[in-house]
């Protein structure tokens, strides 16, 4: 039973560039949640995607979009990257929306020079 | 804004040893809590959760406790060994409509001394 994948695992680009990071949902899971983790510090919601849908976003600019697919996966987009985007990049999924404990991927770190 | 924090940023403790891991919540209206354990390179895993009818429930060699009174929760590990080292990190959920929405404290570095 494959868990939360993602990809890549590390990403490197420079100031004002547009970054997609993919995730993959555990097996039976359809709603997909992604966090940012900055270096030393707890995961911060970004925003969960479900029936292809935002249904809730954390306080993050218009900069972070996403899109998920009918076959559940995800996209994270984050357009203009600055300095501080550097984190990792977190997709955690769940059996539904309505189900609270949450399955997180290994992440992808991304730096930005 | 109402956040989750712990107490301690970092733990040492001896193989065999039982640990503490303490973590403080200000939402009051929080109703779901769970604890994460995080590998260097790794997302976080899932450890326990508790809900908030709940004071107490045990896993293999750990337990949550939680006391909505002074609004604590504590993850306790049984006979710790060197592959319990990673950072722990309690999350709890607001409550109503917030699925998907954790809200994480900054987290507590456990080393397990062989």
């Known amino acids: 039973d494959a868990g939360v994948t993602q990809s890549p695992t590390h990403l490197i680009k420079t100031r004002g560039q547009q970054v997609t990071l993919r995730c993959s949902p555990k097996s039976g899971h359809d709603t997909v949640s992604w966090y940012q983790q ?12 479900y029936e292809e849908e935002e249904r809730q976003r ?7 979009s996403g899109h998920q697919f009918p076959n559940y996966s995800s996209e994270l987009n984050v357009n203009a990257l600055l300095l501080g985007d550097s984190a990792l990049y977190l997709c955690a999924s769940s059996r539904d929306r309505y189900n609270e404990k949450l399955f997180f991927g290994s992440g992808t770190q991304l730096s930005v020079l | 804004g109402e956040n989750v924090g712990l107490h301690l940023p970092t733990l040492s403790v001896q193989e065999g040893d039982n640990s503490i891991i303490n973590c403080a919540y200000s939402n009051s209206a929080s109703d779901y809590f769970i604890w994460y354990k995080q590998e260097s390179g790794k997302g976080p895993q899932f450890i326990i959760d ?5 004071d107490k429930r045990q896993g293999q060699r750990v337990t949550v406790l939680l006391n909505k009174t002074v609004k604590h929760l504590s993850l306790q590990i049984a006979a710790t060994q060197p ?4 950072v722990y990190f309690c999350a709890e959920y607001p409550g109503g409509t917030s699925y998907g929405k954790l809200t994480f404290g900054q987290g507590t570095i456990l080393t397990v001394h062989p």
């Open chain 2, 83 to 86: 592959g319990d080292s990673a």
């Open chain 1, 38 to 49: 900055a270096l030393g510090q707890g995961p911060q919601f970004i925003f969960q995607y």
């Open chain 2, 50 to 54: 508790i809900r908030s009818n709940m």
């Open chain 1, 58 to 64: 954390g306080n993050f600019p218009d900069r972070f």
